[in-house]
């Protein structure tokens, strides 16, 4: 123990330094570059950050939303396709391996461009704007969305697949034999346990999702990326417009860590005699080693 | 340790002793099962009565494991036929030759809720409390009401000895209480017949008891059971008739009386011998 605080305290050391040196090389580079010297304007940074114009918001909320919307559907092809893969009847389970293996074997942004641009201009397939009440959702976020989502689906396949075959077998015969039809078995037995696999690599892939939506650029869906590289394109102010919105995306993203600490905790319920897992302070701020030594007793305590 | 308190009246719990639809309740016809090449049913009959308790024993990989898993087809099998309470288990006959033809899942699903099933391992639900194991089949399989369930899951924990445990998660019990939980579960879906699957072997000496008592009891207020079990002293003291397997065969079978005194067999004698 004592050791494991000793390292904490030399990273955190180390980790100051890197900061205090990365902070002189940038000041000093903004005295003496080679040829004109950049002025920065940090208010813009300032301003993108603290006080938001109604873009950057309306931005934040699609990113919010499409990341939110195209996780789901992610979760949900995954675990349809994760059972199609492990089904008794083979078509099944060709079509599964097929769809894994085109949206994992292709880059995201060719799948938006070909899947967007590729069947719109060439007639294949018209993609609708959708009409939800007041609200009109742009054809290129429905595609943006769907496209994302399917994507995921792929991932999320896998995620799910091991999950599932983590749970001891015994709890599908026992499920069986008090006479549970394959769906039973599967909604209120396996797939909660798989659940607690699941969790920790879904909480990584939806904060990837939140990264990742910044991809719609290239669909010009102006959520926050391509709303402040708007701002950089035409001011040619990249620096400061990038830093804010690097803000942005970390602020996401620590949310969402928060959040998925919570959701483990409560996941962890019946496996552990503790409390749970980790919680999102000990997650950030623990040393590595630490979390080891809990993971370990984690897995004993069964 | 204490072996807890059973109550002598376990089936009152789900209103008596569910009755079997047929007096042979269990009727096994050359059941012949093969994993591969490897043959691990021959040509096993065996007829369960109503009220009866028949505990089969025999040497690891004699196939007693193997059989009572037919009888609620967790395995299926190659050969012969198995009926419970009157039903081919599994399969349906098909064509003129009556050749058996594995059932829809749904159908397998009703048949095995007549069957209650008690494993080694325990298998209980690690992400449901004590009582929420006992009451999930009644409610979501049976269609029983909530509140109905919560009352027989309450009545039978008290009598099996946990009435303070139903808000614990299986993790927090003991090797004895999880199989105790693990009984009430299986009882719980009123089944004509409950298999017992060595369900004594992973558990620490000292809790041993407390299942076999709950075990006997339910023998003696009329369950119908089998049960693979090496422990002698419940086979004598409860079974109708003890059956030995060994290497996928019925070496003999008997009541416990004689069995235990004079085997006719060979095989039987060397392996009681090793045993007792």
């Known amino acids: 123990m004592a050791d494991s605080i000793r390292s904490f305290g030399t990273r955190r050391v180390l980790l100051a330094g890197f900061l205090v040196l990365v902070a002189l090389s940038l000041a000093a580079c903004s005295g003496q570059s080679k040829g004109a ?19 950057i918001i309306n931005g934040l909320w699609l990113t919010i939303g499409i990341s939110i919307v195209a996780q789901i559907l992610g979760v949900f092809l995954g675990v349809l396709a994760a059972l199609a893969r ?50 009109t959702i742009a054809q290129e976020v429905f595609a943006g969305t769907l496209i994302l989502g399917v994507n995921e689906g792929a991932y999320m396949a896998e995620i799910v697949r091991a999950g599932i075959l983590a749970v001891d077998p015994g709890q599908t015969e026992a499920a069986k034999s008090l006479g549970m039809p394959y769906r039973q078995t599967m909604t209120r037995i396996v797939l909660p346990q798989a659940a607690r696999v699941i969790i920790p690599p879904l909480g990584n892939e939806f904060n990837n999702m939140i990264k990742n939506t910044s991809l719609l650029y290239a669909l010009s869906v102006f959520e926050l990326y391509t709303t402040f590289d708007s701002y950089a394109v035409t001011s040619l102010i990249y620096f400061e417009y990038m830093i804010a919105c690097c803000v942005w995306y970390l602020l996401l993203t620590t949310i969402w860590g928060i959040v998925q600490g919570r959701i483990e905790r409560r996941f962890a319920r019946g496996t552990t005699t503790s409390a749970g897992g980790p919680g999102w302070r000990q997650r950030f701020f623990s040393s590595r080693r630490r979390d080891r030594a809990e993971e370990i007793t984690v897995l004993g305590g069964h | 340790m204490t072996v807890p308190k059973i109550s002598t009246n376990l089936l009152g719990a789900i209103g008596g002793v569910p009755r079997p639809e047929t007096d042979v309740v269990v009727d096994a016809r050359d059941v012949n099962k093969w994993f591969g ?24 990989g004699s196939g007693k494991t193997t059989f009572i898993r037919c009888v609620n087809h967790l395995e299926k099998i190659q050969g012969g036929r198995i009926f419970v309470n009157g039903h081919l288990i599994g399969y349906r006959e098909a064509g003129d030759k009556k050749k058996l033809v594995e059932d829809r899942e749904k159908n397998i699903a009703r048949q095995r809720q007549e069957i209650g099933m008690v494993f080694q391992r325990f298998n209980l639900f690690p992400h449901m409390t004590a009582l929420e194991n006992i009451i999930e089949a009644p409610i979501h399989v049976r269609g029983m009401a909530h509140d109905e369930a919560m009352g027989i899951g309450r009545a039978l924990l008290e009598r099996v000895g946990l009435a303070a445990k139903e808000d614990v998660y299986p993790n ?28 004594t072997s992973a558990l620490d000496p000292e809790m041993i008891g407390e299942v076999l008592e709950v075990m006997k009891e339910l023998a003696r207020e009329g369950m119908t059971m089998i049960v693979v079990s090496h422990e002698m ?21 008997g009541a416990p009386e004689q069995m235990f005194s004079a085997p006719t067999q060979e095989r039987t004698k060397t392996f009681l011998s090793k045993i007792l």
């Open chain 2, 37 to 60: 090449k490897l043959h691990v049913l021959k040509d096993v009959c065996i007829q369960v009565k109503r009220q009866e308790t028949v505990v089969i024993i025999g040497p690891s």
């Open chain 2, 233 to 253: 002293g419940f086979a004598r003291e409860v079974a109708n008739r003890v059956v030995m397997m060994d290497d996928g065969i019925i070496v003999e079978e």
């Open chain 1, 86 to 135: 492990m089904s008794r009847i083979w078509p099944f389970r060709v079509i599964s391996n097929i769809y894994i293996w085109f949206f994992r074997g292709t880059p995201l942004i060719v799948q938006l461009t070909f899947l967007f641009y590729g069947l719109l201009i060439s007639n294949v397939f018209a993609w609708p704007n959708i009409a939800i009440g007041p609200f």
């Open chain 1, 37 to 55: 010297t950049y002025h920065f304007q940090w208010d813009i940074t300032w301003k993108s950050v603290f006080t938001p114009n109604g873009a």
């Open chain 2, 172 to 199: 927090q019990l003991s090797g004895g209480q999880q199989q105790r939980v693990a009984i009430a579960r299986a009882l719980a879906m009123k089944p004509a017949l409950m298999l017992f699957d060595e369900p």
